[in-house]
T-cell receptor, first 115, second 114 residues
Framework: AQSVTQLGSHVSVSEGALVLLRCNYS??????LFWYVQYPNQGLQLLLK??????LVKGINGFEAEFKKSETSFHLTKPSAHMSDAAEYFC?????????????FGAGTRLAVHP | DTGVSQDPRHKITKRGQNVTFRCDPI?????LYWYRQTLGQGPEFLTY????????KSRLLSDRFSAERPKGSFSTLEIQRTEQGDSAMYLC????????????FGQGTRLTVV
């Protein structure tokens, strides 16, 4: 069965530092992978997605993620953190079920950015 | 179109009461999903509609839960005889009927059962 593991429930970085949020997936078929961001008391906003093709995916707000099949990973990075990046980030794998896609989410990583 | 809309944003109810939430998806989206998110966890799948047909229900959706999408547009999620364990954020999402398309989420309804 497909699943997602996010390593580190809390990550804290300084403003301007590199952001690295880790995601490993388990899938018996080529996966579709997503990163979503959630601000307090808000819904989820798509940051980026990987379906096929180029393994380095660029998203909104300067984030990018690289699909590494050999490592079953889809880590999210941003070269320089901003205070506004403080939020919860969810990695998800899309499961094909009965002809439609169902998202399976990781438990999330809360990113704190300090001055 | 302003995206997926959910109402209410917040609901406080006494244990044992019934509650109903509404979701208005993006107008051209024929797929609609309900997820539940408890504190410190990622969203968990509850149910899925293709147009008006409910095609999958999670084991998380007990008999006290029912969801409808009567005309293939908006959807409602009803919880009967609420319990404290029902306290969570209920998220609605919609998408097009393409294989690798992303789901767009609403802002959620936060339910507190006291």
């Amino acid at each position: 069965a497909q699943s997602v593991t996010q390593l580190g429930s809390h990550v804290s970085v300084s403003e301007g530092a590199l952001v690295l949020l880790r995601c490993n997936y388990s899938s018996s078929v080529p996966p579709y992978l997503f990163w979503y961001v959630q601000y307090p008391n808000q819904g989820l906003q798509l940051l980026l997605k990987y379906t096929t093709g180029a393994t380095l995916v660029k998203g909104i707000n300067g984030f990018e993620a690289e699909f590494k099949k050999s490592e079953t990973s889809f880590h999210l990075t941003k070269p320089s953190a901003h205070m506004s990046d403080a939020a919860e980030y969810f990695c998800a794998v899309s499961v094909l079920s009965g002809g439609y896609n169902k998202l399976i989410f990781g438990a999330g990583t809360r990113l704190a950015v300090h001055p | 179109d302003t995206g997926v809309s959910q109402d209410p944003r917040h609901k406080i109810t006494k244990r044992g009461q019934n509650v109903t939430f509404r979701c208005d998806p993006i107008s051209e989206h024929n797929r609609l999903y309900w997820y539940r998110q408890t504190l410190g966890q990622g969203p968990e799948f509850l149910t899925y509609f293709q147009n008006e047909a409910q095609l999958e229900k999670s084991r998380l959706l007990s008999d006290r839960f029912s969801a409808e999408r009567p005309k293939g547009s908006f959807s409602t999620l009803e919880i009967q005889r609420t319990e404290q364990g029902d306290s969570a954020m209920y998220l609605c999402a919609s998408s097009l009927s393409r294989l690798n398309t992303e789901a767009f989420f609403g802002q959620g309804t936060r339910l507190t059962v006291v």
